[in-house]
């Protein structure tokens, strides 16, 4: 078959920018037709993209800084409704022979629109393919099972990142082999490798004598912070110069948890950016540190983990989903049981003790990423899974 098919990626809201750029890049590297439907983002992820971005009739909610959350919160809302409708209309003119979906916000709360959006798909010829990120949400995902198992059963193809994703998708949701694909998850923020560690930390401001440890990505309560804040006063009694960041953005009120967790903690080393970074920003503070943490309780794969190894930083993260699966203790990461403060806090000692262990692991997971994880293999493979969907369904 040409590779000339016509591919649309959907991630209206945005949630996973730097994902939809790498994977529609690589995507078009193979000769594809390829398009993303994606709304502005806080940050500059989609700057100098040279794949066709469109977001439908608005692009404003993410770029009014003067609107309160609960403002924000509502114009979003309304906006991606009336860019769904904007993108129907356009599936229905242009028929495309792909829709590559990466995320339905709306499954969690209102699922019969975008259930509809996947049904009129197949009416219509359109093949869909959803990437299963997350087998079910990680906050109350038992609650949505039948939503979910629904989408499964609706979607031409399923692109997992994990063995553990796809067992439970034939498990839990009784999806056929035949219908899922094992492609891995490529690594993110690229570039932190090409600035040295004093560059990084005069550029973010940080001591240039003291060890960092980091932990980064889009703040949500499954991702364990106030374990690591109870772990860093243990860290802090045995390495008192040891310095804490935590970088990322997230739901007002889950910050305001955060902020409220470390004024009342006995650390007085841990610095906040409680925001979304811009990539360069981001990249600039992986590149500063001497560790990254990872002290997630659940997880089906993450993308903050790939950009870690990628960076050939040191890890420490919990032994659960894809962690544990991508991750291979005492080689590239230390694992540690997720809940476990104490755990934690030794095995972050341990590494911040131990400069030429953190080199060995940081350059044993880079080389890792750079064997296995290749968005030019991720997309080749893709590029197959887009086939079969094509030629079952013709």
Known sequence: MSSSLDILVLDLTSRTPPYDRA???????HGYNVELWASGCHTDDFEGMEVPRRHGLLDLAAHISSLSAVATKQAKAIEYLLNLVSLTMYLWRTHPDVLHVQ??????IFPVVELTLLRLCQRWGIRVVYTVHDVLPLENGEEHYDTFRRVYHTADQLICHTKTARHRLSQEFDVSSSSTWLIPH???LEGATEYSQDEARQLQSLPGDRPIALLF???RPYKGVDVLIDAWEQVEEAVPEA???IAGGGQEN???KVKKRIDTSKTSNIRTRLRFLPENELIQIIASVDLLVYPYRHITQSGALLAGMSAGQAIVASRVGGLKETLQNGKTAHLVEPDDSEELAGAIVYLLR??????QLGNTAKAVVEEKYSWNAIAEKTTQCYREAVEEGG
């Open 217 to 219: 990505g889009v703040l």
């Open 23 to 29: 994977l529609c890049e690589a995507l078009l590297d």
């Open 243 to 245: 310095l804490l960041v």
């Open 354 to 359: 131990n400069p030429d262990e953190r080199e």
């Open 254 to 256: 889950y910050l305001h």
């Open 103 to 108: 995320w339905l916000p709306l499954l969690e």
């Open 186 to 188: 490529g690594p993110l």
